[in-house]
Structure formats: C-alpha cells, structure tokens
C-alpha cells in the first residue's frame, strides 16, 4: 500500500529552526510537495521537489531523497504566524496526491 | 500563483436538503479538479477526481449518488451534497490543475458545510 509517514506534533521556539521529517512508500514518484495548512483554512503550496537535493526558499527549505523514500522541511527564523499544519505529499506514477497526516507545528515565545 | 475561488465559503442547512458547493479556476484553465473533504483535525481526504467533459473518478468508500460532481468547463466544477446529513458536516476544498502531468494543485478556500 501507499504511506506518507510525518511526526503527528512538534513544538519549537520563535527564532529557532525546525525540520519536520517525511518519509514515503508510493506506487511510482513523480514529485513531492510540501503544504502549510492553517485552521480552518485551505492548505497552501510551499515547495516542489523532484530530484534529490536541497530547495530554498526564503525561510523555508525543503531536500528529497528519492532513494530513501525521504524529505524534510527547514523552517528557519521561527515566527509566531508559522504555527500551523504542515501536509507532506507525493505525487504518484498515477499523477494522483498521496498525503501524509500532517505535523502539527507549535510555535513558543 | 495562480487562483481557485470556492463558493459559498460557508453553508449551514437544513437535514434531507441538498448543496451546492462551486469550484472555479480564475486566471488558468484546469484540465483537472480534485474534491476533498477534512475533518476537524484529519488530513485531507479525496473524494473525487475530475476531468472536464468527462465523468468523475470518485475514491473507494464515497457514494457517487450522494456527491455529485460536473466539471462543465475548464474553470468550472461542482459539488452537490444531496440529501445532506449531520455526518456530511465537514470543510470541503477543491483544487486544480493546469495539466495532470505538471505543477502544483492549486487550493482554493474551502467551503464549510453544517448540516442541523
């Protein structure tokens, strides 16, 4: 079967960094993404990785390992705003989106 | 990054009625739309799959009968909840691609649906 594996919480302090792990099990892999997702409101598209290596983006960062069946998120420079849900997800030989449960993020002052 | 409109944001009904939930892709044309559904605290479940013209691929477990999908147009798609119930209450999010082989899936805001 098909699995995205993420932590269920975390917890960090504002102006730290964090990583939030993703490991995944798929039928075929054709790109990962990664999703913040506030409550009650619609996830938004943070990165796209699809080749091994490391994508920055402002604060965020995101790295895949296709041949470990793994990703992380870096979020540096913690704010209070980036407390949220975090929704890891591959992209299947299907084209089809499997998501992981997500990974609550808690963000201390 | 491109936009995906959700209509109404939220809804409250009454039990036995039905409800349509509008998705429209504002600024590209979608090949492509997808239908969740989230409970409070779950990830996103998929419902349905849509391509236009065609009829919807809907996931194991959901009733076709009951969620109606019509994907009319390259930026339209809808959603109806027929004979909606207490157990159908939930946050429904759409999304859309451009093409299925490319990109990202664009979200749009979600609609919560309340049934008494």
């Known amino acids: 079967g098909q699995n995205i594996d993420q932590p269920t919480e975390m917890t960090a302090t504002e102006g730290a960094i964090v990583q939030i792990n993703c490991t995944y099990q798929?039928?075929?892999?054709?790109?990962l993404f990664w999703y913040q997702q506030h409550a009650g409101e619609a996830p938004t598209f943070l990165s796209y990785?699809?080749l091994d290596g490391l994508e920055e983006k402002g604060r965020f960062s995101s790295f895949l390992s296709r041949s470990k069946g793994y990703s992380y998120l870096l979020l540096k420079e913690l704010q209070m705003k980036d407390s949220a849900s975090y929704l890891c997800a591959v992209r299947d030989s299907n084209y089809q989106l499997i998501w992981g449960a997500g990974t609550k993020l808690i963000i201390k002052p | 990054g491109a936009v995906v409109s959700q209509h109404p944001s939220r809804v409250i009904c009454k039990s036995g009625t039905s409800v349509k939930i509008e998705c429209r892709s504002l600024d590209f044309q979608a090949t492509t739309m997808f239908w969740y559904r989230q409970f409070p605290k779950q990830s996103l479940m998929l419902m349905a799959t849509?391509?236009?013209?065609?009829?919807?691929?809907?996931e194991q477990g959901v009733e076709k009968d009951k969620f109606l999908i019509n994907h009319a147009s390259l930026t339209l798609s809808t959603l109806t909840v027929t004979s909606a119930h207490p157990e159908d209450s939930s946050f429904y999010i759409c999304s859309a691609l451009e093409a299925p082989d490319v990109g990202e899936q664009f979200f749009g805001p979600g609609t919560r649906l309340t049934v008494l």
């Open positions: 990785n699809v």
């Open positions: 849509s391509n236009e013209g065609s009829k919807a691929t809907y």
């Open positions: 798929t039928s075929g892999f054709n790109g």
